[in-house]
């Protein structure tokens, strides 16, 4: 069994920036692509960002393109999100996931096996 442990959310100012990481429990080979989602207060779970095994191919959802950058080091079973130019709409809940099959630049949860228990990320405006 995967687990995954979010880290690095926090309390900010709007214009400030904060890097989450996400750690698998284990040298597992069973997760290929990941990603983070967020959920906000009163909203459905929505997609941010997701990248291949190899980090070689990502996508973002417009909403963060240009301001978050997703990254992962395999040698420490580490997934991280830079998150910068935060604002009050980035206020959420923010989840890792994992996936066993091979990155499609897909945005469905579906799509992913493992996720973590969420940390929270607020923006004060």
């Known amino acids: 069994q995967v687990q995954l442990v979010e880290s690095g959310g926090g309390l900010v100012r709007t214009g400030d920036s904060l890097q989450l990481s996400c750690v698998a429990s284990?040298?597992?080979?069973?997760?290929?692509?990941m990603g983070w989602f967020r959920q906000a207060p009163g909203k459905e779970r929505e997609f941010v960002s997701a990248?291949?095994?190899?980090?070689?191919?990502?996508i973002y959802a417009d909403s963060v393109k240009g301001r978050f950058f997703i990254s992962r080091d395999n040698g420490k079973n580490t997934l991280f999100l830079q998150m910068n130019s935060l604002s009050p709409e980035d206020t959420a809940v923010y989840y890792c996931?994992?996936?066993?099959?091979?990155?499609?630049?897909?945005?469905?949860?579906?799509?992913?096996?493992?996720w973590g228990q969420g940390t929270q990320v607020t923006v004060s405006s």
């Open positions: 284990a040298r597992d080979f069973s997760i290929n692509a």
């Open positions: 990248i291949s095994f190899r980090g070689g191919a990502s």
């Open positions: 996931a994992g996936s066993k099959t091979r990155y499609s630049g897909s945005h469905s949860a579906d799509d992913y096996d493992y």
